[in-house]
């Protein structure tokens, strides 16, 4: 339910404790005056919650400055450990790409973030969760309706979705009010930064036609400028999982950590995105995943060895929609919690070993091994060995081809062959 700023409830009543919200904070510019602005104009108590999902650090403390502009309670979640193995895990098992392109980094952090703040309401006891996002984005979207489906109860503000404001205005609006704000250089573009990619969109980037500018990019090296030599990596799945990274042993957030760094040295990971938003709206938005999009390539190509083709095909329908349900912010709930139970049975066999080549800008699989390989020499050698037993094929090709053989002789002979369904020749008048 979207909460109306008319009508707190019973916020008028006089010494009542006050009702409290609880908004996603994440000591930027936003959401360090909308502590101020819920304030002034919903009369509500602020806890204010700060969740790292492996966004670079703040440049100072941004739950003092939380407290000293006015929260009754601030708090920050490293929530990384649980991000990769509830969030990021699925998402990878499922080769989740939107649209085919985008590993959905945004996307698949927001579930994480709407469970911190419902879980913090109702410790709370809050009557309403505040976020940032404004009204022309998928992330308005998946809070709303993230919060709503785990707590019906909760009402929402979205103070940038109500008070349409600019940078300037939100600058004048601190200072007028004493309200401490990190001002940072500013910068043409909006961006969100987690473990599994960062996105940037606005500024020049708002022309389909223009060519991303050097200053987009600041996760990886331009694949031009990339090393000559490529680097070669060999990342350990287990069950779908990678769990090493050259025979060494990692826990997630390290294995990634890593492979970010790793990749986008080589320029691994850019993409430009012509999207299309769950609000109707194309944008243009690029996007640096070289963790990501080096992950996803490896488990393909690990499932490839490893599952049925019949289970590939089927799977990779399932992706599909399962990609659409994170972008569309249903994870809770219904369809998308089957999909991942599906997706989990799947990889059961998934285990083993893939060499990936960094190299400028492309991460290819060069090889892959796994005990549980369904890939057989003797079936598939030209050389010596041959198991497959040749007699076979002429039996199967004539019964693959019958269908396709009944059917020609059937339309090239019509009438020969249906002689019960000739016309009955017109009556003369
Ligand atoms: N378009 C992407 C999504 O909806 C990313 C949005 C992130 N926001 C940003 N300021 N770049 O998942």
């Known amino acids: 339910m979207v909460a109306s700023k008319k009508t707190p409830a019973k916020a008028s009543a006089p010494k009542a404790k006050k009702e409290k919200v609880v908004l996603a904070y994440s000591g930027g510019l936003d959401t360090s005056v909308d502590i101020r602005w819920l304030q002034d104009n919903y009369n509500v108590d602020v806890v204010a919650v700060a969740i790292n999902v492996g966004q670079p650090p703040s440049s100072d403390d941004i739950v003092a400055r939380a407290l000293r502009n006015g929260a009754i309670r601030a708090e920050f979640f490293d929530a990384k450990g649980e991000f990769v193995t509830d969030y990021i895990w699925p998402a990878l098992k499922g080769n989740a790409m939107y649209q085919n392109v985008y590993p959905l980094s945004t996307a ?82 909006s961006r969100d930064e987690n473990l599994w990619g960062n996105s940037c969109e606005c500024g020049v980037l708002e022309d389909p036609w223009a060519e991303p500018p050097a200053g987009v990019w600041a996760y990886t090296v331009d694949p031009e400028k990339a090393p000559a030599k490529p680097t070669y990596i060999e990342i350990g799945f287990e069950k779908g999982v990678p769990v090493s990274l050259d025979g060494k042993k990692m826990g997630g957030v390290e294995l990634i ?30 996007y640096e995943c070289p963790a990501a999009i080096t992950l996803i390539t490896a488990h393909k190509e690990l499932e ?32 998308c919690e089957s999909l ?90």
């Open 304 to 335: 490839a060895l490893t599952l049925p083709k019949d289970t590939i095909e089927f799977k990779r329908i399932v992706e599909q929609r399962f990609s659409q349900l994170i972008y569309d912010g249903l994870w809770f709930g219904g369809l």
């Open 108 to 189: 698949v952090a927001r579930p994480l973030i709407t469970k911190k703040l419902v879980e913090i309401a109702k410790e709370e006891g809050a009557t309403y969760i505040a976020h940032g996002c404004t009204a022309k984005g998928n992330d308005q979207v998946r809070f709303d309706v993230g919060i709503t489906s785990q707590n019906p109860d909760l009402k929402i503000i979205a103070p940038m979705r109500e008070w349409i404001t600019t940078r300037e205005e939100e600058i004048e609006y601190a200072k007028k009010n004493g309200i401490e704000i990190i001002v940072k250089k500013s910068s043409p573009y």
């Open 257 to 286: 950590t890593a492979l970010n760094d790793i990749a986008g040295k080589n320029g691994v990971g850019r993409i430009d995105h012509i999207e299309d938003r769950l609000v109707g709206i194309k944008s243009r938005e690029t």
């Open 340 to 429: 991942i139970k599906f997706i989990d049975s799947t990889q059961e066999y998934v285990t083993g070993t893939v060499k990936v080549k960094l190299y400028r800008g492309t991460a290819t699989v060069v090889g892959r091994t796994s005990p549980y390989s369904l890939y057989d020499t003797g079936l598939s050698t030209y050389a010596k060995g041959d198991s497959f037993n040749h007699k076979s094929a002429e039996g199967f090709i004539y019964c693959w081809g019958l269908p396709g053989m009944t059917l020609n002789k059937a339309h090239a002979e019509p009438v020969k062959k249906k002689a019960c369904c000739k016309k009955a020749a017109p009556k003369k008048k």
